[in-house]
T-cell receptor, first 110, second 113 residues
């Protein structure tokens, strides 16, 4: 069945470092892919999405490219800030719901 | 604009007790979902609804029940609480299924002892 495999955490980076969080998927066809972010004590909120192969989603300096050749949707940011500290979830659209990865906790230190 | 609201924020239950987690959305979304989030795990779908009067099981429905009498409300019922139901519960909604954004509530942290 459809599933998402996400890079295990936690990840600790210094401010202004480069971020990559890996995400690969298994699916029939080419479903939409998402990155959600969860800040402490809050619900999940959409960070970015891509609806078809080779699409690039971007928001708040984060980017991810839908690559069907490698079945991947890695999240990147060129220069992280302390305010980016959160848990990041990769997700894949099913027929009626989302399939989530296990989440990666990012901590950015000044 | 409230979005998706959930009550209560926190709750402690004794084994065998029952309770209802409330969820309301004000975006006129047809689709609503209940997920649970366990430590170190992703979110698992418990139940979902495609519209008032229509519900269906997700990945982990055992021990839960739902109803959808209105577009706005989607309560989750735990009948006989068990320690395995200790988790954080999130309600979400979306205008359509598939590739459409889901909007999440702030969650309910439930502990069963």
């Amino acid at each position: 069945g459809d599933s998402v495999t996400q890079m295990e955490g936690p990840v600790t980076l210094s401010e202004e470092a480069f971020l990559t969080i890996n995400c690969t998927y298994t699916a029939t066809g080419y479903p939409s892919l998402f990155w959600y972010v969860q800040y402490p004590g809050e619900g999940l909120q959409l960070l970015l999405k891509a609806t078809k192969a080779d699409d690039k989603g971007s928001n708040k300096g984060f980017e991810a490219t839908y690559r069907k050749e490698t079945t991947s949707f890695h999240l990147e940011k060129g220069s992280v800030q302390v305010s980016d500290s959160a848990v990041y979830f990769c997700a894949l659209a099913g027929a009626n719901n989302l399939f989530f990865g296990t989440g990666t906790r990012l901590t950015v230190i000044p | 604009n409230a979005g998706v609201t959930q009550t209560p924020k926190f709750r402690i239950l004794k084994i065998g007790q029952s309770m209802t987690l409330q969820c309301t959305q004000d975006m006129n979304h047809n689709y609503m979902y209940w997920y649970r989030q366990d430590p170190g795990m992703g979110l698992k779908l418990i139940y979902y609804s495609v519209g008032a009067g229509i519900t269906d099981k997700g990945e982990v429905p055992n021990g839960y029940n739902v109803s959808r009498s209105t577009t706005e409300d989607f309560p989750l019922r735990l009948e006989l609480a068990a320690p395995s139901q200790t988790s954080v519960y999130f309600c979400a909604s979306s205008s359509l299924a598939g590739g459409y954004e889901q909007y999440f509530g702030p969650g309910t942290r439930l502990t069963v002892t």
